[in-house]
């Protein structure tokens, strides 16, 4: 089973109560102690034992990289790798809990955006765009700029920066530092644990950037293709009011929560491409509802709930204060 897959189901599970255990040969999900809305993957060991495929260093001792001797790989990286090849497996963590609904989202939209611009070859117009976006979900996921500064996209591949400043396929240091990992004794059950673990770091690898393995939302909404940035930034270029058609149904009061969901992301893309570095565009979807002043206001308190790299102040000079005065909060 594919990672794209796994994370459908995520997306599912996430959207929906009642939903089936996952079906795969050794990941499954559970709940971590006193983490009732929290749901994570783990790997079946044996039919006795298991491993969250974030502690997967859990499998060996960590003091083998002490004052290890590699032409390539320090001790200072291999830390850094260990911890940057677990934190990466929270994207598939399916997280209830209703003060994480911005940060869901965000990630949501980070992984989107990093694999599908991939997808439609778009790597060279979106670079910048790409990397923040690949930077802020490594964020989201708990790692700091320690480790996520010293990544790059490069031919739709990441690479990592080592303490010397050479860059790296991090393809390339999952085999190095696997194979360090393999020169420790343990019993075959771990070994074959870690073996689908290090097949996994690579398949992430190729989940995250849309390479051979691109998850779409399979959900049969006619505003879906909106979601896609390219598509997105074309519509607006050549049609905005096409595009303020699809912001104006963003705040359909009778969407499914699928449909709600697809909105949300359409609105990023507004935030985002647009208003982050132009928030007077705001003014021309505002002359778009003039005879509809409640669906503009209904569409920027969307806006400003999301808070995604726009909020209040970025609209100070726009001259749309009487509808921000009339939104709750900061």
């Not at 505002?286 to 209904?298: D, I, N, Q």
Request: aromatic share 16%.
């Amino acid at each position: 089973m594919s990672f794209s897959k796994i994370y459908d189901y995520k997306i599912r599970a996430y959207l929906n109560e009642r939903i089936s255990d996952l079906s795969h040969e050794y990941l499954f999900y559970s709940y971590p102690d006193q983490e009732q809305n929290l749901r994570i993957l783990n790997l079946n060991i044996n039919e006795q034992d298991y491993v969250s495929l974030v502690r997967w260093h859990d499998l060996f001792d960590r003091s083998l990289f002490t004052k290890m001797d590699h032409v390539i790989l320090s001790e200072v990286d291999a830390e850094r790798l260990i911890r940057l090849l677990s934190f990466i497996f929270n994207v598939f963590d399916i997280h209830k809990d209703a003060a994480y609904r911005r940060k869901n989202l965000f990630c949501f939209y980070y992984q989107y955006q990093v694999s599908h611009l991939a997808e439609r070859g778009n790597e060279f117009t979106f670079a910048q765009d790409r990397l923040l976006f690949l930077q802020h979900l490594l964020f989201e996921l708990g790692l700091g700029d320690d480790i996520y500064d010293r990544l790059t996209i490069e031919n739709n591949r990441i690479m990592y920066r080592m303490e010397d400043a050479q860059h790296y396929d991090l393809h390339i240091l999952i085999n190095i530092l696997h194979e360090h990992i393999n020169k420790s004794k343990m019993d075959i059950d771990t070994q074959a644990a870690l073996e689908k673990i290090k097949f996994l770091q690579g398949q992430w690898l190729n989940f995250i950037l849309g390479s051979h393995d691109v998850y779409d939302f399979q959900y049969d909404d006619f505003n879906k293709p909106f979601v896609e940035a390219t598509m997105f930034i074309q519509a607006y270029n050549s049609n905005k009011n096409r595009v303020f058609k699809v912001l104006a149904d963003c705040i359909n009061e009778h969407q499914s929560p699928t449909e709600q969901f697809i909105s949300n992301l359409i609105l990023m893309n507004y935030s985002y491409f647009i208003l982050k570095s132009n928030p007077s565009e705001i003014t021309y979807f505002k002359l778009f509802c003039k005879k509809k002043p409640g669906v503009f206001m209904k569409v920027l308190t969307a806006l400003l709930e999301i808070r995604f790299f726009v909020d209040k102040a970025s609209f100070t000079d726009a001259g749309i204060n009487y509808y921000l005065s009339r939104v709750k909060g900061d």
